[in-house]
C-alpha cells in the first residue's frame, strides 16, 4: 500500500457557464464525492478556490476545486500543497481525458500531460508529473481543431449518461483510493470496464 490520499482535486473551470460541460468533470465528481461525504464547500482565498475537508481512517483530506480556471489550477494545488505540508504523491487530481470514451475511467500515477492545460499547470507549479490522476472518459471530437469547442460543451444524453455510471462506480471505490491501496481500486475501476 502506498501513501493515502490527503487532497483532491476537481478540475475545471469556475461559474455557472462550465457546469456540467466536459471539461468541468473533475470540479462534478468532487461534488459528488462531497455530497456522499455529506460536506460543503467554501471559498478560502488563501488557496484560490472551493475547499472541504473529510477525515478518513483518521486522517484529514483535503477536497480543492480550484477557482482560478483551468490554465491556472497550479496555483491552487501548490498553495494548498504547500501550507498543509502536502506531498506530490498524497494528491489525487480528477480530470476529464479526450484518449478515453465516455464511462470509462482509469487511474494512474504519473505519466504525461495529455496537452490538458490543468495538468500543465499543476505539473509546472509542483516541479512533478509524479502525482494520481482519476482519468474520466469524455471521448474525442475526432478532430483536434474541435477540442476546445468540445470541452466546453455538455456531453450528449448517451454520453452523459454512461460518465454519471462511471463517476457513481468510482465513488463507491473511493475508501481504497483513500486509504492509498491503488491497486485493489485499480482492480475494481479498470475490470468493470472490460466486462
Known amino acids: ?25 473533475g470540479s462534478d465528481w468532487l461534488d459528488r464525492l462531497a455530497d456522499a461525504q455529506r460536506v460543503s464547500f467554501a471559498l478560502d482565498i488563501r488557496f484560490r478556490g472551493l475547499c472541504a475537508r473529510i477525515v478518513q481512517s483518521d486522517t484529514d483530506i483535503w477536497l480543492l476545486k480550484p477557482q ?5 489550477s497550479g496555483m491552487s494545488v501548490g498553495a494548498m500543497c504547500r ?3 502536502i506531498t506530490p ?8 481525458e479526450l484518449d478515453l470514451q465516455p464511462g470509462i475511467i482509469k487511474l494512474k500515477s504519473g505519466g504525461g500531460t495529455g496537452g490538458h492545460n490543468g495538468l500543465k499547470s499543476i505539473v509546472a507549479d509542483l516541479s512533478t508529473q509524479v502525482f494520481w490522476r ?6 474525442h471530437p475526432g478532430d483536434r481543431n474541435q477540442v ?24 463507491q471505490v473511493w475508501p481504497l483510493i483513500a486509504r492509498g491501496n491503488f491497486a485493489a481500486a485499480m482492480q475494481q475501476l479498470h475490470t468493470r470496464q472490460e466486462n
Open 1 to 25: 500500500m502506498e501513501l493515502p490520499i490527503r487532497l483532491v482535486v476537481g478540475l475545471g473551470n469556475p461559474g455557472d457557464k462550465y457546469t456540467s460541460t466536459r471539461h468541468n468533470i
Open 68 to 72: 482560478t480556471y483551468m490554465n491556472a
Open 83 to 85: 501550507y498543509y505540508k
Open 89 to 96: 504523491e498524497q494528491i489525487l487530481v480528477v480530470h476529464d
Open 134 to 139: 482519476l482519468r474520466i472518459g469524455v471521448g
Open 148 to 171: 476546445v469547442d468540445y470541452v466546453l460543451h455538455l456531453p450528449r444524453r448517451e454520453e452523459a449518461a454512461l460518465i454519471d455510471e462511471a463517476i457513481d462506480h468510482s465513488i
